[in-house]
Antibody, heavy 126, light 113 residues
């Protein structure tokens, strides 16, 4: 079945970096964008950025520019999100999500984020 | 950035009654080239990942019960849950994917009265 499986929980010191993975299965990996969305405890959803595994194009929310890098390894159907210079406010559950972009060889469509990973808890604390 | 504003922040509805959640975007999310609104609705239950309910403002995702209805266009959208069931207790979010950053509403917490 179609699924995204994320790496396990992380505990980091302030100022450190964290790299989370998201492994896709059950579909053509390069046909869909992958987004990263985070959620602090008791708070709403916050979009971090996206990567297109086919083109390697990325886009990041302004507040994360310069601190976040999204990469992919198409040989193992995996995308990564690295967040640097961590601070306590980065403590959250980080989700990867497929979509909203879906592209064939001739066209692209945008229809919502239809598959989500299970979430990775990142705790930043000294 | 497009700001998404949901109302109300919380809502209590009796079982079997209708729940209505509103979402307003600070600018239109209607793609004029294909006449589709790039607006989706998600349901998030405690301890779970968000689940896509509706995309293109009114198209139900496969497997979503037909008591969930999305409507609206341009800047004003509504999620309606007809005949509320106990399993519908959750936080509901709207999101625009018209332009990056793909912003979410602040969420609406739905409870049983």
């Amino acid at each position: 079945q179609v699924q995204l499986v994320q790496s396990g929980a992380e505990v980091k010191d302030p100022g450190a970096s964290v790299k989370i993975s998201c492994e896709a299965s059950g579909y053509t990996f390069t046909s869909y964008d992958i987004n990263w969305v985070r959620q602090a405890t008791g708070q709403g959803l916050e979009w971090v950025g996206w990567i297109n595994p086919h083109s390697d194009n990325t886009g990041y929310a302004q507040k994360f520019q310069g601190r976040v890098i999204m990469t992919r390894n198409n040989s193992i159907n995996t995308v990564y999100m690295e967040l640097r210079r961590l601070r306590s406010e980065d403590t959250a559950v980080y989700y990867c999500a497929r979509g909203p972009g879906y592209c064939t060889s001739t066209s692209c469509e945008y229809s919502g984020m239809d598959v989500w990973g299970q979430g990775t808890t990142v705790t930043v604390s000294s | 950035d497009i700001v998404m504003t949901q109302s109300p922040d919380s809502l209590a509805v009796s079982l079997g009654e209708r729940a209505t959640i509103n979402c307003k975007s600070s600018q239109s999310v209607l793609n004029s080239s294909n006449n589709k609104n790039y607006l989706s609705w998600y349901q998030q239950k405690p301890g779970q990942s968000p689940k896509l309910l509706i995309y293109w403002a009114s198209t139900r995702e496969s497997g979503v019960p037909d008591r969930f209805r999305g409507s609206g266009s341009g800047t004003d959208f509504t999620l309606t849950i007809d005949s509320l069931q106990a399993e519908d207790v959750a936080v509901y979010y709207c999101q625009q994917y018209y332009s990056t950053p793909y912003t979410f509403g602040q969420g609406t917490k739905l409870e049983i009265k």
